[in-house]
């Protein structure tokens, strides 16, 4: 007979067996065993205590995209439970492992109107990949087991596991307590391409006379990033990225044609897209942002490889020449390899890097003129531009929808490859930037992490600076404040007739509430002022906050083809 550990012991311990070094979470009544075995237990985690269940979901997430690990959170029944949610889908739809860890009412407890009842299982069940709630302590093991598993392999995704009070006070044989370390990281089991489907994508590869690949989160999640470059420089095809794959190639490498899609793409990479005869799909939805809404490239007009873990996102637009279901990084060695087998093409391409330079030449000609402007309030341009210029090139930037995720995305070029900019794209839910990057920082404490939010997210996430502070996360967060939720107000301008309704919003001084925090903090009017302060707040050690007085995005020119059409 071997020991006997409590549920939340056994718990904590098979968490640590994972390789799991940080949780974030907010504690609560039916935590209180978790809380107490994770005090009582020698396990070397850390446990980030958070302001709102929010944030834990989405530090997690920020941790998990940069660590490449999975990122744990943790919440309470009821309310706990509601509030993790939208770090969990927004993780998962991106296909980012993280753990959400609920606990629970007692199972004696259901069903008899007991505090903060709710069906958490199903709660969960449309919103992670692989989601449980317990009934009896014995199952711990082979649950969490499976839970890392299922997060790991193949397409990553998120889960949830729910422990019942009672669960977690019940005991669990010490002997069925093991783990594989390696189920921490992820992807961790992979799979590769059907070679049949390789000599296919080779063989439209070297006869198109224009490919160009259209890379998403996939080829980063993957680690595809080497040989992504490798195949594009063989074949001399352009390499276009969305949002999330941002980071497969470095920005500055010239066959690197920067952003395409509606959020961050201008009229000069999309001429690029519409130039091309092949287009490759790798690790991408091909979805309504980076298609411009199916547009670009339009369905019909060019044969598509689509490469992806996924084989949901096959002919869900695109008739599809080659669906090659697979691990990015594994199926782009393998084209490499059997391209390798045929002479190098030696057609003249109308897409080459010659193409591309020009493209990037116009593009960052009208952006470098607004750049330079001193209007007042100061241009996202100047914001972006002085960034670039002020930064390192290992530095983390997360943004948030509004201003900040088309001005990055489209203007600010990330020269190394991996991940560097973090984005929520699969809900854009505004507030996600502050605990993402508190996350990133946790995930690579070497790096410089930077939030960058409109005035709409610091309002969702205000409270999170206290965690910033009481735990030192030495980052710099950027306000672009222009009392207005803007990205709906340049809707309202450009669709409909400009009819403003209930967009505006009043003027809070940032600079005063970060410092009501203990956050370092300025305000930045001149657009004289902007660089000197950034470079202050860049080199102070500890958390540090710059509000920007920025013109209202509804009149700036946003890299947002909706409006600009
Ligand atoms: C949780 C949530 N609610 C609503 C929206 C819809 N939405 C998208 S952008 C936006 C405005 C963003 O305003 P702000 O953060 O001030 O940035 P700005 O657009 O002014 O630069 C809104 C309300 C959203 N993305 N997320």
């Known amino acids: 007979m071997s020991n006997q550990l409590s549920g939340a012991e056994a718990f904590v311990r098979l968490l640590q067996g994972h390789d799991v070094k940080h949780v974030f979470g907010l504690c609560g009544d039916t935590s209180l065993p978790l809380y107490d075995a994770l005090f009582r237990l020698d396990h070397g985690m850390t446990h980030i205590l958070t302001r709102d269940e929010r944030s834990a979901g989405y530090m997690a997430d920020g941790y998990a995209r940069v660590s490449g690990k999975v990122g744990i959170c943790e919440g309470p029944s009821g309310g706990g439970a509601t509030y993790i949610l939208p770090g969990v889908v927004e993780a998962n739809e991106s296909s980012i492992p993280i753990l959400a860890v609920t606990t629970d009412i007692s199972v004696g407890g259901r069903g008899r109107y007991t505090l903060t009842e709710l069906d958490q299982e199903a709660l969960f069940r449309p919103l992670a990949k692989w989601n449980r709630v317990l009934n009896r302590a014995v199952d711990i093991p082979k649950v969490v087991r499976s839970a890392f598993t299922h997060m790991t392999s193949a397409k990553p995704g998120a889960a949830h596991i729910g422990l019942p009070f009672d669960v977690q006070k019940d005991p669990v044989d010490e002997a069925d307590v093991w783990a594989d370390p390696t189920l921490g990281s992820y992807p961790s089991r992979r799979f590769g391409p059907d070679p049949e489907m390789v000599a296919r994508a080779a063989e439209a590869l070297l006869s198109a006379k224009n490919p160009l690949f259209i890379c998403g989160g996939g080829v980063v999640i993957a680690g595809g990033e080497a040989a992504l470059v490798q195949l594009a420089e063989w074949l001399g095809a352009p390499v276009a990225t969305t949002i999330s794959g941002q980071g497969s190639i470095p920005e500055d490498h ?22 091309a005869d092949l287009v490759v799909f790798v690790g991408c939805r091909a979805g309504s942002v980076t298609t411009e809404r199916w547009r670009h490239p ?250 920007i007085h920025a013109q209202p995005l509804q009149d700036a020119k946003a890299p947002v083809s909706e409006w600009v059409a």
């Open 298 to 547: 339009l369905p019909g007009r060019v044969p598509v490889i689509h490469i992806d873990a996924d084989p949901g996102v096959f002919g869900a637009t695109y008739k599809t020449q080659v669906a090659m279901l697979s691990d990015a990084r594994l199926a782009l060695e393998a084209i490499l390899a059997e391209v390798k087998t045929a002479p190098r093409p030696t057609i003249g391409r109308l897409l080459d890097a010659a193409a591309i330079a020009k493209a990037k030449r116009e593009k960052f000609g009208a952006f470098a003129a607004l750049a330079a402007s001193n209007d007042t309030p100061i241009r996202p341009e100047r914001v972006v531009a002085t960034l670039q210029k002020l930064l390192p090139s290992d530095a983390i930037l997360v943004c948030d929808p509004g201003t900040p995720c088309p001005y990055f995305s489209g203007y600010y070029e990330f020269k190394q490859a991996g991940r560097h900019f973090i984005s929520n794209r699969a809900h854009g839910a505004l507030g996600y930037s502050m605990s993402a990057a508190v996350g990133a920082w946790y995930g690579r404490p070497q790096a410089k992490v930077l939030s960058i939010m409109g005035d709409g997210s610091f309002g969702f996430t205000v409270g999170e600076m206290e965690t910033i502070v009481r735990q030192k996360v030495p980052m710099t967060m950027i306000v672009f404040s222009n009392s207005v939720y803007g990205w709906i107000k340049a809707g309202q301008k450009t669709g409909f007739d400009e009819r403003y309704f209930s967009v505006d919003f009043s003027r809070t001084d940032h600079a005063k509430v970060a410092e009501a925090f203990g956050v370092k903090a300025w305000t930045v009017r001149d657009p004289a002022d902007l660089e000197g302060t950034l470079r202050k707040a860049l080199e102070t050690d500890g958390p540090t906050l710059v509000d």
């Open 254 to 275: 010239p066959l690197a044609t920067g952003v395409v899609g509606s959020n961050g793409g201008t009229p000069m990479t999309r001429a690029l897209v519409d130039m």
